[in-house]
């Protein structure tokens, strides 16, 4: 099984005012994260995503 292509979709998902985050790094009012959808010569597709604020959910890059 071969990797074929990777597809990377961009997703900003509003959260709504009462549930914002407040910190002194400012208001976390929207999420961003980032879907990955990766395809195999043999037909398989699977999905992965990852949180694009570091400052907010403490996660770095490896």
Same mark, same amino acid.
């Given at each position: 099984?071969? #990797?074929?292509? +990777?597809?990377? #979709?961009? =997703?900003? =998902? /509003? #959260? &709504?005012? &009462? +549930? @914002?985050?407040? @910190?002194?790094?400012?208001? &976390?009012? =929207?999420?961003?994260? +980032?879907? =990955?959808? *990766?395809?195999?010569?043999?037909? #398989? @597709? !699977? +999905? !992965?995503? *990852?949180?694009?604020? /570091?400052?907010?959910? !403490?996660?770095?890059?490896?």
């Amino acid at each position: 099984m071969k #990797i074929t292509s +990777l597809e990377t #979709i961009p =997703v900003q =998902v /509003p #959260i &709504h005012e &009462h +549930l @914002a985050i407040r @910190a002194k790094g400012g208001i &976390h009012s =929207v999420s961003p994260f +980032l879907l =990955v959808r *990766v395809h195999t010569d043999e037909g #398989i @597709a !699977g +999905l !992965g995503e *990852v949180s694009c604020t /570091p400052r907010w959910s !403490g996660e770095d890059q490896v």
